[in-house]
């Protein structure tokens, strides 16, 4: 098969997408359901029906488009990745998997290729937690870790509802319609950029991702009591700032001491109320992501940061509330899919290692219901979620290459895998 990849083609698409921002390019901001993020689906949409695919949306927005194969009754095979992205992000986080993916499917196309199992291309809704605190909203739903009722409760901070920002996206039906059964697919491989510095720092083209990180995210509501700077003093005060800033060192004392260099805790979200030089916090607000490899040792660090909270907010008199937002697996790939991806790998002589996915992504939930892994590229510096993210055109194509044959295999006649 003679495969043309046309990457001067994809940078002027994945350019195009990143000028559809909330912010003054080249910051990328795309939250959930904004008036930038429905137009960055439609650019998406337009030009997978251009690449003659058929495109649908789910009730939560995920959006499918399919490349119907010769027997459409057997299971597709599905790739496919995220448009939203964080405050103050860069143009390759996601965009690549999913503009690189139509890329993919053009090539394959364009070579004669025909394929047996049909091809969908997934973008999922939501992929990063902006709006509702919750990231992979759209394949959490999919795969059923999430049960409906439980995204039916998202608010945002202003109170609005999921139901109320995707009615107003025109998404249609109820969410118990999103769940799609287990082996609906027959596999699933996400394209993305490695957003560390690992295949930069050895000069590898493609990882192949064996395992993805658990993730879980704290959220922790601290309610003490307000009071005049100068007025209130030292003795009498419950000040939530301070309870919040003894948790903050906690998380960091409990992820430092399980004993695993996999183990990760980051603070990231810290606000204290009113705001005020003169007045004493009375509220704080603190989000807290913990990830490992293993889940012993994330759970045991989970635990000992909430018995660290509680303790810390009894000492100062101040109202603890905590919710586990999410408490995630580990995602184990499929091992014949990355012996796949790796077959093809050496088949274009293109350079491999295998490695272990630490930021997660939808993959971490599609390979609850069907085999899966992750194509990852390099970027530059390792560098992720900020306006100076960079992979190369040189960077990029290699991997739209490997997954195109990738596609090519899963989804060929039957003779040819
Ligand atoms: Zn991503």
Redesign the pocket.
Known sequence: MNLTVDKYRLQKEIDELALITEAEPPIVTRVLFSEADLRGRDFVKQLAREAGLVVRADAVGNIFARWEGSDPKLSAVATG??IDAIPNAGKF??VV?VLGAIEAIRALKQSGFRPHRSVELIVFTA??PTRFGIGCLGSRLLSGVWAPQKAAGLRDRDGKSLDEWRQGAGCAGPLESICLPKNHYAAFVEL??E?GPILERENTNIGIVEKIAAPSTLRMQLTGAGGHAGAVLMPDRHDAGLAAAEISLAVEQAVTGTGSPDTVGTTGVFRIEPGAVNSVPCRALLEIDVRDTQVATRDSALAQIEAAAVDICRRRGVALEVDRLNVDPPAICDGSLVETVAAVCRLLEISHRKMISR?Y??TLFMAQICPSTMIFIPCRGGI?HRPDEFASPEQIAPGVRVLAQTLSQLTGPPATI
């Open positions: 990745s995220h986080d996601g998997g992929e990063e993305h950029i957003q930021a992504h939808d992720s």
